[in-house]
């Protein structure tokens, strides 16, 4: 299912190097998400867009930036990466109409900060 | 915001038993979901519970709500070595509007053929 696409797939950056992550998506879907994951913490809530002129932040926004460019994409930056941020990162949607908050997930960027 | 959290961490069983999981959230919310995870790939919706339901079932899944304990438990009958995974549940935050989920930790399940 290749509804929401995530690019790249793996990457590794050096310490204060600027890399983005995007996000596709053909659902159709207004809200989007971004999380990332680590061993043990589950999934933690980064930012989030209910349309392209509105951005959260998330539980743990410190260090990232969004970009919401069109209703199908959403950008996730981080400035100047740092090795803690070395984890797995996920994209998600949901549907505004729908009368739950079902969410459908991308596969995931694993992002190494050396 | 409230969180759910998976019971027991992690388990083992071999193919064919039963495998029970529980979560256990802090707040009132209208529903819960569970999600699973195979290693290293995106979360897929399992099933959703409304508050109003006490159990639902969609395939060899069995989920039960007890809101008075604040509790879900998600079954998966006669598993499979296909079942190996990490399963999560979900509460909408009802303080964003119910627009945000909060995932607990997760109960990373493995199945021995």
């Known amino acids: 299912d290749a509804d929401v696409t995530q690019t790249p797939r793996n990457r590794i950056t050096k310490t204060g190097k600027r890399i983005m992550l995007e996000c596709s998506q053909t659902?159709?879907?207004?809200?989007m998400y971004w999380y990332r994951q680590d061993p043990g913490l589950g999934l933690r809530l980064i930012y989030y867009s209910f349309d392209v002129k509105d951005i959260n932040k998330g539980e743990i926004s410190d260090g990232y930036s969004v970009s919401r460019q069109a209703q199908a994409k959403f950008s996730l930056s981080l400035e100047s990466a740092i090795p803690n941020q070395t984890a797995l990162y996920f994209c998600a949607t949901s549907d505004p109409r729908g009368s739950t908050d079902t969410q459908y997930f991308g596969p995931g960027t694993r992002l190494t900060v050396l | 915001s409230q969180q759910g959290e998976e019971d027991p961490q992690a388990l083992s069983i071999q193919e064919g038993e039963n495998a029970t999981m529980n979560c256990s959230y802090k707040?009132?919310?209208?529903?819960l979901q569970w999600y699973r995870q195979n290693s290293g790939r995106g979360l897929v919706h399992l099933i959703l519970i409304r508050s109003n339901e006490r159990e639902k079932h969609s395939g060899r899944l069995r989920v039960t709500l007890d809101t008075s304990k604040k509790s879900s438990s998600l079954l998966i009958t006669a598993s499979r070595a296909a079942d190996t995974a990490s399963y999560f549940c979900?509460?909408?935050?009802?303080?964003?509007?119910?627009?945000?989920?909060?995932f607990g930790k997760g109960t990373k399940l493995s199945v021995i053929p």
């Open positions: 979900a509460t909408p935050d009802s303080g964003a509007g119910s627009y945000q989920l909060t």
């Open positions: 707040t009132s919310i209208n529903n």
């Open positions: 659902k159709g879907h207004d809200r």
